[in-house]
């Protein structure tokens, strides 16, 4: 659909007198696209003369004021231009957000450069989607952009919009974006609860948005890793990326494993890369109920961000030490730095499954510990897709007023019998975790499709069990997720379940807990159990499933520990 030119997207210049040097505002400009389609744009800056440009493009509404966490660009010599992206706000043309970003970020980019205000130089800023768009427009290879900072965007269409790295789907997350951002015209905003439990899945755009929307039929119509993921995706394409990039990440947030990923592949092939992980969610600014990380965690990002452009657009010398990677330790309530993702001094530390075969809840026998188990009974639980075990907390998105993020206490879910909980001793000294976390399980299900979950949780002196990371694995994508293969009821397969990642220190007095189960919803989709496609189910059948830990089937969770 091509939207009509609305009457607002005219050129207008502002001036205003309130500043020192007189704010110029060139609102609601048309930016000509290769097809015609124009683009509603801003611009912004303090002098006359021919600047370095900062681009920021957004489907959310770029507005008609600066900014206020833009305008240290501007007081510091920037013109900052704000786009609306295709299809949103006042710009034209259907919204099509997997397939439009890279050419309409190229061809504005030709716009700014031609300008008679902008030198040419052109870096890019902004998070989530606007951190999208920046990937996009570095693979893009237009000359005029010098350097990027994405944050929190990840870099994945299939591992950070929709699915799991383990092949589930991201309900919540996907659903209250539609529910936020696409809703039809006069429908009521739905109640989370009402459209996360809608099924069958394939018509849950309907229930949280009124319509049926394009990009969510078509990520249900490829639930495995195909060629059409691989086609979009910013990681497969990363040697194409070849301006400086400065990363913000958060380990709370559903797209810090996909930033770390950029990073690592980005620094392999030799480019200028850096990045900055912290104790934050989606929100980087948003703080977390019960929990203070300190001043420390809240660093000067903007500022960070003005002396990296002017290193690049305008060729200034750092003014202190560059380190590739700066990852915040919570529990040590310290920034560490490193040279590479993961740390190269991290090793490998299993801590195995043990227990007399009532691991059930937080009062059973499960067990955490170095030795390798001999003799140990299995454990089991009853996964019912009617009563999934629900999300508390970690790695989800977009309004934690909603759907709530970051650090809770996970006792109310380690009470419920489909939860298998396995607890170490009380350290004895200080345990540096940081990594990627990832569980090696044995496990059998009664049923030919089925979840498995993994919690890695840091318990407190006084029994606060506190979330720090967490995964699923869709027991058919046990192989791989382009190759998805239904399961032989009682079959024992060994599974590895990618759990996230982490910084954290586990005190002395403190004890690590592992927990598993078969469902975090609505975190997670909630497998139906039928081994049928998923988007399209109503039924839902319970599973027995059992997990394995003796001497022939060891099962554990791998931690990356700093000496």
Not at 56 to 63: A, E, L, Q, S
Not at 106 to 135: C, E, F, H, P
Not at 312 to 339: C, H, I, Y
Not at 524 to 535: I, K, L, S
């Amino acid at each position: 659909m091509r939207l009509p030119r609305l009457s607002l997207c005219i050129s207008l210049l502002a001036v205003s007198a309130a500043w020192p040097q007189a704010l110029k505002e060139q609102l609601h400009l048309r930016v000509p696209m290769r097809d015609g389609v124009e683009l509603c744009t801003n611009v912004f800056s303090r002098a006359s003369a021919r600047l370095p440009a900062i681009l920021v493009r957004t489907p959310y509404g770029k507005g008609a004021d600066l900014a206020a966490t833009y305008r240290l660009f501007v007081d510091n010599g920037y013109a900052v231009v704000v786009q609306d992206v295709r299809g949103r706000g006042h710009s034209e043309g259907a919204f099509r957000r997997l397939e439009q970003e890279v050419a309409d970020a190229s061809d504005t980019l030709d716009w700014v450069a031609a300008q008679r205000w902008s030198n040419g130089k052109v870096g890019m800023v902004g998070g989530s989607y606007l951190g999208i768009a920046q990937w996009k427009a570095a693979i893009s290879g237009n000359p005029h952009l010098k350097a990027i900072s994405p944050a929190v965007s990840g870099s994945d269409d299939y591992e950070d919009r929709f699915y799991s790295k383990g092949g589930a789907l991201k309900l919540g997350h996907r659903l209250q974006w539609l529910a936020q951002n696409m809703r039809a015209p006069g429908f009521p905003r739905p109640e989370f609860r009402a459209f996360v439990l809608h099924l069958p899945i394939r018509t849950s755009d309907l229930a949280s948005a009124g319509q049926t929307i394009d990009v969510f039929q078509t990520a249900l119509n490829h639930p495995a890793y195909d060629s059409f993921w691989e086609s979009i995706s910013t990681r497969a394409q990363l040697e194409k990326v070849r301006v400086p990039v400065l990363a913000f990440g958060g380990w709370y947030d559903n797209f810090a494993e996909n930033d770390l990923e950029a990073f690592r592949q980005l620094r392999a092939l030799g480019r200028e890369a850096r990045i900055v992980i912290g104790p934050w969610a989606h929100n980087m600014t948003s703080p977390f109920r019960g929990f203070d990380y300190g001043p420390a965690s809240v660093p000067a990002i903007r500022r960070m961000q003005l002396e990296w452009f002017d290193r690049w657009l305008k060729l200034r010398p750092s003014k202190k030490p560059d380190t590739p990677a700066n990852f915040f330790v919570m529990g040590a309530n310290r920034w560490q730095r490193e040279q590479q993702w993961p740390p190269v001094e991290a090793r490998e530390v299993r801590l195995y499954l043990v227990s007399g075969g009532k691991a059930n809840t937080v009062d059973g026998d499960g067990r955490l510990g170095e030795t390798r188990p001999g003799s140990s009974g299995p454990d089991r639980f009853v996964f019912d897709p009617l009563k999934p075990v629900p999300t508390m907390g970690g790695a989800v998105c977009c309004d934690p007023a909603i759907f709530p993020w970051g650090p809770m206490d996970q006792r109310p879910v380690e009470k419920r019998r489909d939860v298998l909980v396995y607890t170490s001793p009380i350290l004895k000294r200080d345990l540096p975790v940081l990594g990627p976390i990832k569980a090696v399980l044995y496990a059998s299900t009664t049923a030919p499709d089925t979840d498995f979950t993994v919690k890695l949780v840091d318990v407190f002196p006084d029994g606060r069990a506190v979330n720090l990371c967490d995964g699923i694995l869709r027991l058919r994508y046990r192989e791989s997720l382009e190759r998805p293969r239904l399961a032989s009821p009682g079959q024992v397969y060994r599974i590895t379940v990618q759990a996230g990642v982490t910084g954290n220190v586990f005190r002395k007095g403190h004890r690590l807990r592992v927990e598993i189960s078969s469902s975090n919803f609505p975190r997670f989709d909630r497998n139906p159990n039928t081994g049928r496609p998923v988007a399209g189910e109503t039924e839902l059948r319970t599973a027995t499933q059992t997990i394995y830990h003796d001497a022939d089937r060891p099962s554990h969770v791998i931690l990356p520990v700093i000496p």
